[in-house]
C-alpha cells in the first residue's frame, strides 16, 4: 500500500477519465426537473452537484464511499480521512496509516500568532467563532495560495489542496483544544503527541481525566461520524462554493465552518443537550416520558424547533444517533441525562407526528421527518465524560466535517469542477413565466 499522496497521484487520472466520459457519453442528459416550491425551498432534492466521498440514502443514512456507516464503526478517523479521499479502507497499522500520522505529528505546530489573537478575543466569545477565526487567521500558511501566486498549473491544484488539507487536518485539533482550554480557563496548553493516534490526541489535548480510555473512544468515534453527510449540507455545499472560486482551504473550510455554527445545522449539538438539561431541571431529575411529552409539547407551543429532531434528506434515524446509542447503551447505561436522551427519543417522534398532523390541518407544510438525526444523542455522552461545556460541541463537529469538507475540496479541484454559479429567477420572473 502507496502512501495517500501516491495513491491519489494513480487515482486522479481514473476519475479525470471517468468525468470526461461521462460527460461525453450523457452530458445533455437530465437529471430532474426543479419546482417553483424547490426553488423557494432551499432547493430541497434538488440534484445539481456531484461528490463522490458519501451519499445519504433517505431510507438509510450515511454510506461513505458505498460503505453504510454502521458496517465500519471500528474505523479511526485518519483511516475514514483516506476513505473519504481513495475510496479504500487502509490497513490501521499499515503504510498509508503510518505515513500519515508522521505527517500529521510534522505539521501540528500552531503559529504563535494564533494564541495572540485568540487571548485578544472577548473572554464570551463563542467557542465556534474562536475556531473559525483561529483558521482564518493561519490563511497566510496556505500552500495553495502561496504557490497559485507563483502560476501553479490547473493539473496540479489538487495537490496543493491536499497540502493545505494535511496541514489544517493537523492543526485543527491542536486548535480546538486550545479554543477548550482558553475558553473555559483549564490551565496550560496540552501538546500533540507525536505517535498517536488522532482522536486520542485530540482527547488528550482536552485534557479530560480519561483513565480507562473510554473517552478516547468516544472522540475517535465521533470524529468518525461526523466527518461528511454528502456534498449539499450546508457546511459541505458552502465550503465548496466558496472553493470552486479558487479561494484556499483555509477561506473555504472557515466559511463552511459558519454555516455549520448555525441551530439549524451543528450548533444543534449544543442545543439538544441544553434541552435535555432543561428538562432534567425543570423536573428536578431524569424525567418520565409524559413529562418528556408535556415539555416537547411546549417547545412547539412556544414557536420552536426540538433540536436534534428532523432532517431534511433523512427519512428515519439518522443511523449516527444509533451508533452513539449503542456506545452510550455499553458504556454509560445508568447516566440520566443519557436515560433522558433515550427516553425523548421514545416520546419526540409521536409529539412531532400529531404535531405535523396540525400544522397539515392549519394548511402549513407538514413535517418529513419525525426521528432523531446525529445531533440528538452524542451531548449525554460528552457530558458523561465531563465535557459539559455544550456551547463547546460544535466545534468538535467542526474538527470532524473538515476531514468531509477538505476531501471534497481535493476531489473537486483533482476532476476540475467549475465555479458554482446557478440561475436565480425573480418572483416576477416565476409570475410571468411559470404555469
Ligand atoms: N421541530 C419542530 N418543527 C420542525 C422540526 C423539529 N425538529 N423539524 C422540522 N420542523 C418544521 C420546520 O421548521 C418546517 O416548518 P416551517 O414550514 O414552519 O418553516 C416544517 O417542519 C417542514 O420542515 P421539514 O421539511 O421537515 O424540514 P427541513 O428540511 O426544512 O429542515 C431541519 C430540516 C433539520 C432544519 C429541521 O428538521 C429542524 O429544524 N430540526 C431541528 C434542528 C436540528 O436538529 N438540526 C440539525 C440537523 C442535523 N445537523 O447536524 O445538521
Ligand atoms: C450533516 O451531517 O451535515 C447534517 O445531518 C445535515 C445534512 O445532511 O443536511
Not at 71 to 76: A, K, V
Not at 204 to 220: T, V
Not at 239 to 259: I, K, M, Q, R
Not at 295 to 321: E, N, S, W
Request: hydrophobic share 40%.
Amino acid at each position: 500500500m502507496a502512501t495517500l499522496q501516491e495513491r491519489l497521484d494513480e487515482l486522479v487520472p481514473k476519475w479525470r477519465e471517468e468525468r470526461a466520459r461521462l460527460l461525453k457519453q450523457k452530458g445533455q442528459s437530465v437529471l430532474g426537473e426543479v419546482t417553483v416550491a424547490q426553488a423557494f425551498g432551499g432547493m430541497r432534492g434538488v440534484k445539481g452537484m456531484v461528490c463522490d466521498t458519501s451519499v445519504v440514502d433517505p431510507g438509510k443514512g450515511l454510506f461513505i464511499r458505498e460503505h453504510f456507516l454502521l458496517d465500519i464503526l471500528d474505523l479511526w478517523p485518519e483511516q475514514t480521512f483516506c476513505l473519504l479521499l481513495t475510496g479504500e479502507i487502509p490497513d490501521r497499522e499499515g503504510e498509508m496509516i503510518r505515513a500519515f500520522r508522521l505527517e500529521m505529528d510534522k505539521r501540528s505546530w500552531l503559529p504563535g500568532y494564533v494564541y495572540d489573537v485568540l487571548r485578544a478575543m472577548p473572554p464570551d466569545s463563542h467557542p465556534m467563532c474562536m475556531l473559525n477565526t483561529g483558521i482564518l487567521v493561519m490563511q497566510r500558511e496556505s500552500t495553495f495560495r502561496k504557490l497559485y501566486d507563483k502560476g501553479l498549473r490547473k493539473e496540479d491544484y489538487w495537490k496543493a489542496t491536499l497540502d493545505d488539507s494535511l496541514n489544517l487536518l493537523a492543526k485543527l485539533p491542536v486548535l480546538a483544544a486550545a479554543v477548550y482550554r482558553l475558553r473555559y480557563e483549564k490551565g496550560d496548553f496540552i501538546d500533540w503527541t507525536p505517535g498517536l493516534d488522532y482522536g486520542a490526541n485530540y482527547a488528550n489535548m482536552l485534557g479530560l481525566p480519561d483513565p480507562f480510555g473510554q473517552f478516547a473512544e468516544l472522540m475517535r468515534l465521533y470524529l468518525h461520524f461526523h466527518c461528511d453527510h454528502e456534498g449539499g449540507n450546508v457546511s459541505a455545499n458552502t465550503c465548496h462554493t466558496v472553493g470552486s472560486a479558487l479561494s484556499d482551504p483555509f477561506y473555504a473550510v472557515s466559511a463552511g465552518l459558519s454555516g455549520l455554527a448555525g441551530p439549524l445545522h451543528g450548533l444543534a449539538n449544543q442545543e439538544c443537550l441544553r434541552w435535555v438539561l432543561d428538562t432534567i431541571e425543570l423536573f428536578r431529575g431524569a424525567p418520565n416520558e409524559e413529562e418528556i411529552e408535556a415539555f416537547a409539547a411546549k417547545t412547539l407551543h412556544d414557536g420552536k424547533v426540538i433540536p436534534g429532531y428532523g432532517h431534511a434528506v433523512l427519512r428515519v434515524t439518522d443511523p449516527r444517533f444509533i451508533g452513539f446509542n449503542r456506545f452510550g447503551k455499553k458504556y454509560t447505561p445508568d447516566d440520566p441525562v443519557f436515560q433522558t436522551v433515550d427516553r425523548v427519543f421514545n416520546v419526540v417522534p409521536k409529539v412531532l407526528q400529531r404535531h405535523s398532523e396540525e400544522r397539515v390541518k392549519e394548511g402549513k407544510s407538514p413535517i418529513a421527518n419525525f426521528y432523531p438525526n446525529v445531533d440528538a444523542g452524542s451531548g449525554a455522552l460528552l457530558h458523561h465524560y465531563g465535557l459539559v461545556e455544550f456551547e463547546y460541541y460544535t466545534v468538535l463537529f467542526s474538527v470532524s466535517r473538515a476531514m468531509g469538507m477538505l476531501a471534497q475540496l481535493v476531489w473537486n479541484r483533482a476532476v476540475g469542477t467549475a465555479i458554482t454559479r446557478p440561475k436565480s429567477i425573480s418572483m416576477k420572473w416565476i409570475a410571468e413565466n411559470v404555469k
